[in-house]
């Protein structure tokens, strides 16, 4: 069977994520279809594929095992890389159960084999530590003796590879389960992706992400969640030879507070360099925007009165909410009733978690078919839906999803993995990205760049969910190219709109 083994990121085309249920469907058919013990053959042969292929130098490996199918995975690794000359130390524990035939196959095979069972090694005795503790059976948090050996995995001094999850990370979420998980150096993952290694505490933990399907087909199940890949950014077509400013559209950025006009001119500076053909700057504030610092030329400058009339907004596209303050809320109404495209974030989400009247016209707005794009950090989704920032972080998938469907709208849940939820269909994990972003204005800079690239597509088809598709992907593929400190606000407009070359 040809090998099937590959990096995940930085991916080139979106991947299929599958959660608990659906990865235990296609196992369930995809075990059928193999016959019992292959996939967990191919597994652990993969497994000591990759440990030869990325730590070629590794010569003594220690392998936890722990009393399910992941530890079986484990067992089969070991055989392998102890048939190969590797000096192989495996530590099996067992649970309160009997062990899965499968994984007894694989224990009686290393066994046979003369692999070396014993304690954990200790620290800097192993050149590869190999966590097959647990995967997809984890239920509850690791208990007592799992927890010994993840500190026994971490005491090594070695790189983690962990095998189908870290121990300790949920699948479906990327919630750490108990007080602490295994942080890999890199997690393989077996048959499916699992969206939990993608988003939330998932990056943290995993590590590198590699990924075997084993060989199987996966069309047993539908995806719980899809990757954004490369090509997200391809989708969007040129600009015509002939166009004109007036053929990429108005938009308006409706922000701006005394004391925070800087956030509003970042998102009006994102837009003119995502594509919006004219963009205006209505500020709270009564300061001239080319009095702001950093406000490039181009930008016009309007009275929030201009947003109050219907036939203005009916042709424009809004961003509203960067550095808006207290006295968003009351610029609102007419915005969401009438703009052809709108963009909410910061301060005017909070506006609509704070005013019952606004969440209403929101909604209302939905029914109507009327596009709007939400883009809540993690504290900001959860006033919206009267709930916890730990909350939305245990799911963020549900989170967003809860969000898309109430309102109507797309959801851009932003942080590590940002979710891009629509009310139908799968949600996408964005995979670029990372926390040099964590720094202010870079939230500013996305509502921009999508409101921008959003403006420049008009009324084609899913335009919302694209723009903002292709605006979170880039906003965390200019982190990813970016030095190893923060990046700053105003050059990742630069960052962005640099990567824009080698991606048309
Ligand atoms: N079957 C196949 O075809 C394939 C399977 N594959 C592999 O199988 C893995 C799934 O295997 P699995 O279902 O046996 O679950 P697994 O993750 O080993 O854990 C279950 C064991 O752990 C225990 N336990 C659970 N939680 C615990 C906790 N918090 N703290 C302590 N103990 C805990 C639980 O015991 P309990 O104490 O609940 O009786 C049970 O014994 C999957 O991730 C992939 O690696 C691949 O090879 C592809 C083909
Ligand atoms: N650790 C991280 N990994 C990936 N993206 C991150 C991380 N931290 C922050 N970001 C991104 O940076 C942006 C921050 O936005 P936000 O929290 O609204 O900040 P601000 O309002 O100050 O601009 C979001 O797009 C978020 O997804
Ligand atoms: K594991």
């Not at 504030?285 to 201009?306: F, I, N, S």
């Amino acid at each position: 069977m040809a090998v099937d083994l590959r990096l995940v990121l930085p991916g080139t085309t979106a991947a299929p994520l599958h959660g608990l249920a659906a990865s235990r469907a296609i196992e369930a058919q995809a075990c059928a279809r193999a016959g019992d013990f292959t996939l967990m053959l191919r597994a652990g042969t993969d497994a000591a594929r990759l440990a030869l292929a990325r730590w070629p130098h590794a010569r003594r490996v220690w392998v936890a095992c722990g009393p399910g199918n992941n530890g079986g995975d484990g067992l089969v690794m070991a055989r392998c890389l102890h048939q190969l000359g590797r000096q192989v130390t495996v530590t099996h524990l067992s649970g309160r159960g009997t062990v899965p035939a499968d994984a007894q196959r694989a224990l009686a095979q290393a066994v046979q084999a003369g692999v070396t069972f014993g304690d954990a090694p200790a620290p800097g005795a192993v050149d590869l530590a190999v966590d097959a503790l647990l995967g997809l059976g984890q239920d509850r948090p690791p208990g007592e003796a799992v927890l010994a050996l993840i500190d026994a995995l971490h005491a090594c001094q070695a790189p983690i590879l962990a095998l189908d999850l870290p121990t300790g990370l949920a699948a479906d979420s990327g919630q750490t389960l108990g007080e602490h998980g295994v942080r890999a150096s890199a997690t393989l993952s077996l048959l499916t992706l699992k969206p939990g290694l993608f988003t939330a505490d998932g990056r943290d933990h995993a590590g590198e992400i590699w990924w075997s399907t084993l060989g199987a087909t996966l069309d047993g199940a539908a995806p719980d969640a899809l990757l954004l890949g490369a090509d997200e950014a391809r989708r969007l077509p040129p600009r015509p030879h002939a166009g004109h400013k007036g053929a990429f559209g108005d938009l308006w950025v409706l922000g701006g507070a005394a004391g925070m006009q800087g956030a509003a001119v970042l998102a009006a500076h994102a837009a003119l360099a995502a594509g919006a053909g004219r963009v205006y700057l209505a500020t709270l504030a009564d300061t001239a925007v080319h009095a702001l610092p950093g406000a490039p030329a181009a930008l016009m400058h309007r009275d929030t009165h201009a947003l109050r009339q219907p036939e203005r907004l009916a042709a424009a596209t809004v961003v509203a909410g960067c550095g808006g303050g207290g006295d968003m809320g009351a610029e609102l109404p007419a915005p969401i009733r009438h703009a052809a495209r709108l963009v909410l974030d910061a301060d005017a989400l909070n506006a609509v978690a704070a005013e019952p009247a606004l969440a209403t016209a929101l909604v209302a707005r939905g029914h109507a078919a009327r596009p709007t794009v939400l883009t809540p950090h993690p504290l900001e989704a959860a006033r919206l839906l009267d709930s916890s920032t730990r909350a939305v972080q245990a799911d963020r998938l549900a989170a967003a999803r809860a969000l898309a469907r109430r309102f109507g709208a797309v959801v851009v849940l932003k942080g590590s993995g940002s979710v891009i939820a629509t009310p139908e269909g799968p949600p996408w994990i964005n995979a670029t990205g990372n926390a040099r972003l964590a720094s202010a204005g870079t939230g500013d800079v996305l509502a921009g760049w999508l409101g921008g690239r959003w403006a420049a597509l008009g009324d084609a088809t899913d335009a919302a969910a694209r723009a903002a598709r292709e605006a979170v992907w880039r906003h965390g593929l200019a982190a990813d190219r970016a030095g190893p400190h923060v990046l700053i606000a105003d050059s990742l407009i630069e960052a962005m709109l640099a990567s824009t070359a080698d991606a048309a």
